[in-house]
């Protein structure tokens, strides 16, 4: 199982981007799907969750900023990023909990994709 991510680059504050990030492999369900960021110097902390219901939880500081939706039949989580500012300056990381074929339950994280924000 690879969770692909893409989707980051550079924009100015206030702009937006969106990131996208594909799970493959032999899968038989994804359950939860999370986006989870970390500046440099900083802890690795959680944006926005969303579980295979559709049901979702935001961090406070990107609340009524950030959408986390998913696409079952893709097996796929976005993450639509509006209004940024420079302290959404981060790489992010999609998290998936997947059950494998064959194998069982586990997290799976992606590479990263970096976010630049310019105030």
């Known amino acids: 199982v690879q969770l692909q991510a893409s989707g980051g680059g550079l924009v100015q504050a206030g702009g937006s981007l969106r990131l996208s990030c594909a799970a493959s492999g032999n899968i038989f369900s994804v359950n939860t799907m999370s986006w989870y960021r970390q500046a440099p110097g900083q802890q690795r902390e959680l944006v926005a969750t969303?579980?295979?219901?559709?049901?979702?939880n935001y961090a406070d500081s990107v609340k009524g900023r950030f959408t986390i939706s998913r696409d079952n039949a893709k097996n796929t989580v976005y993450l639509q990023m509006n209004s940024l500012k420079p302290e959404d300056t981060a790489t992010y990381y999609c998290?998936?909990?997947?059950?494998?074929?064959?194998?069982?339950?586990?997290?799976?994280w992606g590479r990263g994709t970096q976010v630049t924000v310019s105030s």
């Open positions: 998290n998936a909990r997947i059950w494998e074929r064959l194998k069982g339950e586990y997290d799976y």
């Open positions: 969303i579980t295979g219901i559709g049901s979702t």
